[in-house]
């Protein structure tokens, strides 16, 4: 969903640096995996189509923050508690 991001941490060395990667239209999402010592966090369309990759090495990512966007879905709504008579 457009507004998702990811921000990754990365050890620099005598730092660290955040790198973001943000879903940046509608119907796109982010997604992250991690792959032979790679993390690859990529924007995807709806139908799949990788626009932009960001790729780090595993051993120097210090944290991986996911941060979706609150939906307003009737599904994920909570059900009414009825009263007790």
Do not use: C, H, W
């Amino acid at each position: 969903m457009k507004g998702d991001r990811v921000e990754i941490v990365v050890d620099a060395g005598d730092s660290t640096r955040t790198y973001e990667v943000v879903a940046s239209r509608a119907g796109r999402r982010v997604e992250t995996a991690v792959r032979r010592g790679v993390v690859e966090v990529s924007e995807v369309t709806r139908t799949g189509a990788v626009v932009r990759t960001a790729r780090f090495m595993a051993n120097r990512v210090l944290a991986l923050v996911e941060q979706p966007v609150p939906r307003d879905d009737a599904s994920e709504r909570p059900l009414r508690e009825t009263p007790q008579t």
